[in-house]
Nanobody, 121 residues
């Protein structure tokens, strides 16, 4: 059973930065690719970034590419998301999760509480 604890969210101005952390509890963390997703009330969960098992490959959605950076520390069982040049549309509840399957995260049932990101003046 995987346990996830997201942190680091908060209030930022447009153009500002935040650093999110996801502490994971599970023996297979280092063997799995991981990802970040976000959700705005009333909208579907949106995938934003993913990282390979060894951290050498990173992938981003078009909306965040060039502004967000995903990284991981396998020794600490932790994945990070650096959010730079924030926009108002980046606001939402951010979750970490394993890489989604072919049908998204419909089979994933170990979501953390998420961490709230709010971008406003």
């Amino acid at each position: 059973q995987v346990q996830l604890v997201e942190s680091g969210g908060g209030l930022a101005q447009p153009g500002g930065s935040l650093r999110l952390s996801c502490k994971t509890y599970g023996l297979t963390f280092e063997r799995d690719p991981w990802s970040w997703a976000r959700q705005v009330p009333g909208n579907d969960l949106e995938w934003v970034a993913a990282i390979s098992e060894d951290g050498r490959e990173q992938y981003y959605s078009d909306s965040v590419r060039g502004r967000f950076t995903i990284s991981r520390d396998n020794a600490k069982n932790t994945v990070y998301l650096q959010l730079d040049n924030l926009k108002s549309d980046d606001s939402g509840l951010y979750y970490c999760a394993p890489l989604p399957g072919v049908r998204g995260w419909s089979d994933f049932d170990s979501w953390g509480q998420g961490t709230q990101v709010t971008v406003s003046l």
